[in-house]
Nanobody
Framework: QVQLVESGGGSVPAGGSLRLSCAAS????????MGWFRQAPGKEREGVAAIASYGHPGYARSVKGRFTISKDSAKNTLYLQMNSLKSEDTAMYYC??????????????????WGQGIQVTVSS
């Protein structure tokens, strides 16, 4: 059974940094496309960053240059380093895995496993 558990959220002032972690079980992080999504109040969930099994990260335009997705396959843990945070980054953040546990990333719609989410609040 796939389980994704996020940690590391919280409240920071604008310009600050946070690192989110996602502990994965029931799937091999080393051979699965993984990603981070977020959902702000009143808005749809949106893809933020994704990384294929062999690396090759991709980012939404709104976070490119500020956020970095990475993984530690030995710990089966996914990370999202968020720098230069803005108030518009405030949202619930979700860890996700490809629904077919595919090794390549096939677009935001291909994700089908989700963590419970963790709140990130950026104050201006």
């Amino acid at each position: 059974q796939v389980q994704l558990v996020e940690s590391g959220g919280g409240s920071v002032p604008a310009g600050g940094s946070l690192r989110l972690s996602c502990a994965a079980s029931g799937l091999p992080l080393s051979s699965t496309c993984m990603g981070w999504f977020r959902q702000a109040p009143g808005k749809e969930r949106e893809g933020v960053a994704a990384i294929a099994s062999y690396g090759h990260p991709g980012y939404a335009r709104s976070v490119k240059g500020r956020f970095t997705i990475s993984k530690d396959s030995a710990k089966n843990t996914l990370y999202l380093q968020m720098n230069s945070l803005k108030s518009e980054d405030t949202a619930m953040y979700y860890c996700a895995a490809d629904r077919a546990l595919a090794d390549e990333c096939r677009g935001w719609a291909a994700f089908g496993y989700w963590g419970q989410g963790i709140q990130v609040t950026v104050s201006s």
